[in-house]
């Protein structure tokens, strides 16, 4: 069973910053970080393969940087100049299917296994 395990978030000021990390018991070809808030459907919001490949949503392009550590199955997402607009519950999403990640990487249907999430809230 693969678990992704999230880590770090919290509150935070407008303009501040903010770690997330996600661990998963396994190789996955590309990961990704995903965030819903009240009311909303769940977007993705930054997404790696493990050759390299990167991509954001238009909203954090410039803010947020994406980086997966392929030996230790680990993901991390640094969140800078946050902005009330981000506070939302972020969850790390995985994929152990390469033919998967030659997709589109901010897509839903790309991940098979999703962690439990973890809360970032932002105060203006």
């Known amino acids: 069973q693969v678990q992704p395990v999230e880590s770090g978030g919290g509150s935070e000021q407008a303009g501040g910053s903010l770690r997330l990390s996600c661990s998963v018991s396994?190789?996955?070809?590309?990961m990704g970080w995903f965030r819903q808030a009240p009311g909303k459907e769940r977007e993705g919001v930054a997404a790696i393969r493990s050759d390299g490949v990167t991509s954001y949503a238009d909203s954090v392009q410039g803010r947020f940087i994406i980086s997966k550590d392929n030996a230790k199955n680990t993901l991390s997402l640094q969140m800078n100049t946050l902005k009330p607009e981000d506070t939302a519950i972020y969850y790390c999403a995985a994929s152990v299917y390469g033919g998967r990640c030659s997709s589109y990487l901010l897509r839903i249907d790309v991940y098979d296994y999703w962690g439990q999430g973890t809360q970032v809230t932002v105060s203006s």
């Open positions: 396994r190789y996955s070809y590309c």
